[in-house]
């Protein structure tokens, strides 16, 4: 009976073509990565309230202030150029409240550009100690540290829900001088759908009576 003849012989395959495969995979991945610029700007508003003082036959009426200021000094916020999924970007911000309309709401509104928004997550937490660039001492509300009536969590979605929203309260002032610190995370959707895609951002600070 005829029997199937075997080489004897070992073949080795070779996996260079994978390798460099995969390499190419790596270099598109890379090349693809999500970039994202945020500024920030503060709108002070007049709110038309007014105080009055004096006796009953002289009375003196003055409108109140609003002032607000953040501590970025005009640098952007966020300015990512290779953004990836699973690496989230983190920055902190200080907003300080010098007017004389007490108490007041502060407000977060943010007007996007590109196509990036729907698939990036935005995180929003108020506390306080930490500054521009630097979240080292921040203490989230709630944990004992307490300036506003907020839990520390205020906001948590994707960029696109965050414009959608409109005007997104973030915290309620009581204080002339108090100064609230904000933690941003922004973190990419870990879908090829959130690659080769850009963001802008502009977030827009606002406080009024409250």
Known sequence: MARPLGTGVDV???EAPERGLARSTARAFAAAMAALLVTTFVVNRSSGALEST?????????SGTIALTDDDLGRSLFDL???APGRPEVQCLEVTYTGTILPVILSLSADTGGDLAPYLGVRIEVGTGALFGSCDGFRRDGTGSDVTDSDG?????TL????AAGSTELARILNSGDAVSFRFTFELADTNDALDRVAQADFVWEAVPG
């Open 160 to 163: 696109a829900d965050l414009e």
């Open 12 to 14: 080795e395959v070779d």
């Open 81 to 83: 150029e290779a953004m």
């Open 153 to 157: 969590l205020v906001f948590d979605g």
């Open 54 to 62: 004096g006796t009953v036959a002289t009375n003196s009426i003055a």
